[in-house]
């Protein structure tokens, strides 16, 4: 009562101090937490068939069932095809002894090497597991340059492992162009080249030979399979006759082998490549300035973009719902006072002891280490719920004591007496009831995201917003009591005001 004027620079400086920790505490998805399974991503040199597939496969499940016992392998699962190998590790159930990460470690330690594939861990093709950067733009050989070019600059990102693209196998294929001005010179066009070309790879029915009453037999025109197995004969294929000179396809045409890939992918309906990598002691937040810091000095031709995806952007869409969800809480709750108040004032009062529990909450995420995940924002809602009882609790009492005529300064203090203790005893319980879960490493449905940053956000909140309340709550509730008598007073002035001026 009498130092609100310094009462109030205090608050306002409590409640602005949120900004230090906030440039600190980091935001992560969750994305570590063990859930006794392990995917191995193959990363494809070119395509081959099944029977090859099997062997790189059976080579793999070798090395890992001659170590099951020290990998903590429950059983090994894979699947094949030409363009994609994918490996599934089942761990033992229960607590690992050791972390996925040290365990990832300690299988690539003796990993048998492949030559036309490379095991790549943490990329669970069901849900796009890991960072994504997506490479958009019109020419997918320049898109297989750039890849080519990031790939190695953000794996010496450090924090970033398992570094590759969803490029699975790239074919080969023989491009033929030809020359126009040289086949002009000979009378031909380019449709007849592709012809001769064609029917040398392909061949061409023709008509079916009838032989008594043993049926038909289908004929085909074909050239000697030397053509189709090999480029220098091809390129000795006759393709016309001119001036008495055969004119082959070398003659015309020039041929060459490029690259090509067995799927094209878009994203955004642009042609896109994707880079995927693992984080390793890397929060989602601190992953995404690294990448930004190094793509920001790359220079992409025009037309040419990248973009963040994967759990960058899944983190992007969980905070949206949850400052959605706490926006929703703070209306309801605001509708529930304004109903046991009577008032559309008042329960403002206890909502700025939520604004202070948000302080404590980030300062003691910030004392802790713990980084900003799903489980954090979920302890602030339900953070939300449990501070504004004390507030409710003090507010009522104040009122209670107001309705027996007692002044109002007497009535803050008498009730924040009476109050203090079933407050503190109230958010002792549950502090001490949260701290086995704050300091255990017990995790949703036993294989999810840890409790433990739910259960600091409570901690903190709770602690911090009670400290503050029994002073800020008060000071709020006289202050807003002062607005309305003064609302009501300026009201009233200007009815006197306006009856004079009819009057007169």
């Not at 900004?19 to 399974?37: K, L, S």
């Not at 086995?436 to 709770?462: E, K, N, R, V």
Request: hydrophobic share 45%; proline share 3%; charged share 20%.
């Amino acid at each position: 009562q009498k130092h609100k004027i310094k009462t109030s620079i205090i608050a306002l400086l409590i409640l602005f101090s949120i900004a230090i920790p906030m440039q600190v505490v980091t935001g992560d998805e969750e994305q570590n937490f063990e859930d006794n399974r392990l995917f191995i991503s193959w990363e494809l040199t070119e395509q081959f068939n099944y029977q090859q597939a099997e062997k790189i496969i059976d080579k793999m499940e070798d090395y890992l069932y001659s170590h099951q016992e020290e990998f903590l392998i429950e059983s090994v699962y894979s699947y094949y095809a030409t363009h994609s190998l994918q490996t599934t590790l089942l761990l033992k159930e229960g607590d690992l002894p050791i972390t996925i990460k040290e365990l990832k470690e300690l299988i690539r330690k003796d990993m048998p090497n492949f030559v036309r594939a490379t095991p790549r861990f943490g990329f669970d093709q069901g849900n796009g597991g890991g960072v994504q950067i997506n490479l958009t733009g019109l020419s997918t050989d320049v898109l297989i340059e750039l890849k080519n070019r990031l790939i190695p600059i953000i794996s010496h990102i450090d924090g970033f492992t398992d570094v590759m693209s969803d490029i699975r196998g790239e074919k080969q294929e023989l491009q033929v162009r030809v020359d126009r001005t040289a086949a002009f010179r000979h009378n031909l066009s380019s449709s007849d080249v592709a012809k001769a070309v064609a029917l040398a790879l392909r061949g061409q029915n023709l008509r079916t030979f009838r032989h008594g009453n043993t049926g038909e037999v289908d004929i085909m025109l074909n050239y000697d399979l030397k053509v189709k197995k090999s480029i220098a004969e091809l390129n000795k294929l006759p393709i016309t006759e001119h001036d008495g000179k055969i004119i082959t396809l070398a003659n015309v045409a020039t041929l060459k082998l490029m690259p090509r890939l067995s799927e094209i992918r878009r994203y955004n309906r642009q042609t896109a490549i994707t880079i995927k990598a693992n984080l390793n002691d890397l929060t989602i937040e601190q992953a995404k300035e690294k990448l930004e810091a190094t793509l920001s000095v790359i220079n992409l031709p025009d037309g040419y973009n990248y973009s963040l995806d994967g759990s960058f952007t899944r983190q992007d869409e969980t905070e949206d719902v949850m400052g959605q969800n706490m926006l929703l809480a703070v209306c309801m709750i605001y509708i529930v006072m304004a109903a046991l108040f009577e008032s559309l004032l008042l329960p403002t009062a206890v909502i700025t002891s939520l604004l202070f529990s948000f302080v404590g909450v980030f300062w003691a995420f910030l004392l802790t280490g713990t980084s900003m995940s799903v489980m954090g924002m979920i302890g602030m809602l339900i953070l939300m719920g449990i501070v504004v009882n004390n507030g409710i609790v003090l507010v009522d009492r104040i009122n209670q004591l107001i309705a027996d005529n007692m002044a109002v300064t007497d009535a803050v203090m008498a009730a924040c007496k009476d109050r203090v203790r079933p407050i503190l005893m109230t958010v002792s319980t549950t502090v001490l009831g949260l701290i086995p879960l704050a300091l255990g490493g017990t995790q949703l449905g036993g294989d999810g995201p840890t409790y433990a940053p739910m259960a600091i956000a409570i901690i903190g909140g709770l602690i911090f917003s009670t400290v503050t309340s029994l002073y800020l709550v008060p000071l709020a509730y006289v202050l807003l009591l002062r607005l309305k008598a003064y609302s009501a007073n300026l009201v009233n002035n200007s009815k006197v005001i306006v009856s004079k001026i009819i009057n007169a």
